[in-house]
């Protein structure tokens, strides 16, 4: 998820409308329908009107802007002598919300426009949002206006403030002294410089990725055990088969099944390559800018700078935290890689033979069937997409107590473009909008996320913006009467994101700083890792995982315990290379780095296996322009995900039990950043959080 922090934050009225019941008949079937609902409720839902050229994108922003800065020069003038908490730390959220909402549109059109000229006006306009952005951070006019209330309030001459007030105006002015406003003029200007310059350089990357597209050919023979739909999938008159190592459900399919050493190197080696030549330079030169902007800013280096506000607090802590564990799993880490060596070394004849990169998923894919009886390939006949999606939002809608109408979205960026509206099944409120991008294609983004478009606030005039976001997701397509399956995998990613998507609707947060999943980055991901519990109940998926052939053969029990001793067998590896990640980009960002590439590949060799040679896995890492000196949040987000499931299994229906999935949705989807995320998961657990848990999943 993309976020673009506006040095604004909050805004002016706090009433709420949960409380209206809708009186009509019956639900409307199109979106005019549901728009008409929610302004009789004192709710706005509403679609962006979506540039169409190069020149409306330039001119929306233009006009954006323009009316901000208008409005932020009147900020500025206002009298010192009737500063209040409405008119200095809550205004500026609702100045600077309509610039964070075309921010949102274009970084979502220039990962999803099909047309390359548009993807670049749209790269072009994020480029310029940013540059406001660090200037409006800078203007000393405004600091001064939020001085004059920081003064009052410390002498206490106003009110005392409470809640996501007290919260806003503390983080405000944290957030001020994070830039360095205290700090000479000279310094100042070389910061917003610096930044201006990182913003910059983190764009190019980004579009670099997205547009990179590295295919290579191969035989049939050459790709012997994947799947018969991906070898018709990738068939081309000349008689070679392309596979897409930039597209992940092509590359993990050679990955997992193809039985060819040679072909999983190269593939594994071309992925790990893309972007290398131009992304490499330039993730070296970002890792020089933040670590200048952090020496100026007094900070000790770039992780200590990005990790204060976090649940975290310090470099240190976090660095404990992914050594520690690490260290913690090297025996069960070491006794997965001994029984893969002993399937490797009775596969190609050779004791000796060890486990490399492009290795180690298939000869766990090989373990699960032999061992465990567990198939992935074969498993995706139970996973018809369409029917996943039915069943994922059956438990969201259950458990909430929400109910989702698709409608026509009206103009789509892609033809086969979803659109659902979200309410909650027994008052009838509208709670907001999704779309689902769900195939991959060329110029797209080329993951799974999910995109705010519009965010949630309260507005001036008391009435609540609903939000709308957007799945972009790259799932494998159906081929001929084969409809789009999905492996196991793919069904937590789906019901991961899905819960992004949930947290960002569900918000009842006053302030656009602290609606939907706007909280700290090493929480942001527990409330969605959690739902990927839900993808093993074999309750949940008793209701959609069916035979697409024959939907008589339900996903049978005894394969669902099979599955869940696999994934035991395997933790060690995956945690291992998740904090093989994790640790990479804590050390990237520790300073003195001048070549993060080799950083990056010494770690994942010191903590997983050797990368291959020559390549540069940092220059095709997309977290390290959104998640740098965060991606340790992932870890961390899974103990407390563990934590918050128990909740689940211990309630009377389980993973489906409404009263406890409601005390969520009241206690942590709703909230959002209005309150700190310790406190959140608190209220929802009713006791102090551990994890017991999350050490009982990984077996130690």
Same mark, same amino acid.
Request: hydrophobic share 40%; net charge negative.
């Given at each position: ?8 934050? =909050? ?11 809708? #009186? ?335 290795? @180690? ?38 458990? @909430? ?136 109940? $074999? ?16 996903? $049978? ?51 997983? @296996? ?22 340790? #949040? ?38 959002? #950043? ?13 006791? =102090? ?12």
């Amino acid at each position: 998820m993309r976020s673009m922090r506006l040095y604004a934050v =909050p805004l002016l009225l706090l009433a709420c409308c949960s409380q209206f019941h809708w #009186g009509g008949n019956q639900t409307p079937t199109d979106f005019v329908g549901f728009q008409a609902q929610a302004q009789a409720q004192g709710l706005i839902l509403e679609l962006p009107e979506y540039e169409q050229t190069a020149e409306e994108v330039a001119l929306s922003v233009t006009q954006v802007l323009a009316e901000a800065d208008k409005e932020l020069d009147a900020y500025a003038a206002q009298s010192m002598n009737a500063v209040n908490f409405e008119s200095s730390i809550a205004a500026l959220d609702h100045i600077t919300y309509p610039v964070s909402v075309v921010t949102s549109r274009m970084w979502l059109m220039k990962e999803t426009q099909q047309d390359a000229t548009m993807r670049a006006a749209c790269t072009e306009a994020v480029q310029r949002l940013s540059e406001w952005a660090v200037a409006v951070s800078y203007r000393v006019d405004l600091y001064e206006v939020c001085q004059v209330f920081d003064q009052m309030y410390r002498a206490e001459t106003v009110g005392k403030l409470s809640g996501e007030d007290l919260k806003l105006y503390e983080e405000t002015m944290r957030d001020y002294r994070r830039d360095g406003m205290s700090l000479s003029e000279e310094v100042r200007g070389k910061v917003a410089e610096l930044k201006n310059e990182l913003n910059r350089l983190s764009t190019e990357f980004d579009t670099n990725i997205t547009d990179a597209q590295v295919v290579l050919r191969f035989t049939k023979e050459e790709l012997t055990g994947v799947s018969e739909d991906f070898l018709v999938a990738s068939l081309q008159e000349s008689g070679d088969h392309h596979v897409r190592a930039t597209t992940t459900p092509d590359y993990m399919m050679v990955m997992q099944n193809c039985s060819m050493g040679a072909t999983r190197k190269a593939l594994n080696a071309a992925r790990y390559s893309t972007c290398k030549e131009n992304n490499g330079p330039i993730l070296n030169q970002m890792v020089g800018v933040r670590n200048e902007i952090a020496d100026l800013l007094g900070y000790g280096s770039w992780a200590d700078y990005k990790i204060e506000p976090k649940m975290a607090q310090t470099a240190a802590a976090a660095n404990s935290f992914g050594e520690d564990l690490a260290a913690r799993l090297q025996p069960k880490f070491d006794a997965e890689v001994s029984v893969l060596q002993k399937y490797k070394a009775e596969d190609v004849g050779d004791p000796s033979a060890k486990i490399n990169w492009w290795d @180690f998923r298939y000869y766990q894919n090989q373990m699960m069937k032999e061992e465990f009886g567990v198939d992935s390939d074969a498993l995706r006949h139970y996973f018809p997409l369409e029917k996943v999606l039915v069943g994922m939002f059956d438990v969201y809608e259950h458990i @909430f107590n929400l109910e989702f109408t698709a409608v026509d979205p009206g103009y789509r960026w892609v033809d086969d473009l979803r659109l659902h509206v979200v309410t909650d099944a027994s008052t009838g409120k509208v709670m907001g909008a999704f779309y689902l991008d769900l195939f991959p294609r060329e110029g797209k983004y080329n993951h799974f996320a999910q995109f705010d478009i519009i965010g949630g606030k309260r507005l001036a005039d008391g009435r609540y913006q609903r939000p709308v976001v957007s799945l972009v997701c790259n799932f494998t397509p159906g081929v001929g009467d084969q409809p789009a399956l999905m492996n196991h995998g793919e069904v937590e990613t789906i019901f991961h994101e899905f819960g992004h998507a949930m947290h960002s609707i569900l918000t009842e947060a006053s302030y656009a700083r602290y609606a939907g999943a706007n909280v700290e980055r090493d929480f942001v991901e527990a409330p969605s890792q959690m739902f990927e519990a839900w993808a093993w109940d $074999p309750t949940v998926l008793s209701n959609f995982a069916k035979d697409w052939r024959d939907e008589s053969k339900v996903l $049978p029990m005894e394969t669902i315990v099979a599955m869940e001793k696999a994934k035991a067998a395997t933790t060690g590896i995956f945690y291992r290379r998740q904090l093989a990640l994790a640790l990479s980009d804590l050390r990237i960002h520790a300073g003195g780095v001048t070549d993060a590439g080799e950083v990056c590949n010494q770690t994942n060799t010191e903590l997983l @296996f050797a990368v291959p040679e020559k390549s540069n896995f940092a220059a095709y890492w997309g977290h390290l322009t959104g998640y740098d000196a965060g991606y340790y #949040g992932y870890a961390w987000a899974d103990s407390i995900a563990a934590d918050l499931a128990t909740v689940f299994e211990n309630a009377p229906q389980g993973f489906l039990d409404q009263e406890v999935g409601m005390r969520l949705r009241r206690e942590i989807y709703q909230v959002g #950043g209005s309150r700190k995320g310790g406190e959140s998961v608190r209220a929802f657990l009713g006791r =102090p959080p551990t994890n017991a848990a999350f050490v009982k999943n990984l077996g130690l």
